[in-house]
């Protein structure tokens, strides 16, 4: 069981920056796949960005080119960097890990971490 911590919330305004952090409880080496997905009031849960053990990432239309996620492997923390933020990035930030096993994946989320982007 993976257990997830994330970190870097809060109140924004618009063209400001932000950095959320995830905190795995165990080496990210043993983890496939990392990611941030996110979940605005009413609407369905949506992914943000993804990146692989390989290093290889995935991002949304919307944030592309205003994000960056990365993985510290000596911190077991994924990262993500957003900047240029607008209104609609408001939403409630969540950590998921994906580790592939023989029957299938077994994933893993945080707890979330509210992102509000107001003047």
């Known amino acids: 069981q993976v257990q997830l911590v994330e970190s870097g919330g809060g109140f924004m305004q618009p063209g400001g920056s932000l950095r959320l952090s995830c905190a795995a409880s165990e080496s990210i080496f043993s983890i496939d796949q990392m990611g941030w997905y996110r979940q605005a009031p009413g609407k369905q849960r949506e992914l943000v960005a993804q990146?692989?053990?390989?290093?290889?990432?995935n991002y949304a239309d919307s944030v592309k080119g205003r994000c960056t996620i990365s993985r510290d492997s000596a911190k077991n923390t994924v990262n993500l960097q957003m900047n240029s933020l607008k209104s609609e990035d408001t939403a409630v930030y969540y950590c998921?890990?994906?580790?592939?096993?023989?029957?299938?994946?077994?994933?893993?989320w945080g707890q979330g971490t509210q992102v509000t982007v107001s003047s």
């Open positions: 998921n890990a994906d580790r592939r096993q023989p029957w299938g994946i077994d994933r893993y």
């Open positions: 990146i692989t053990s390989g290093g290889f990432t």
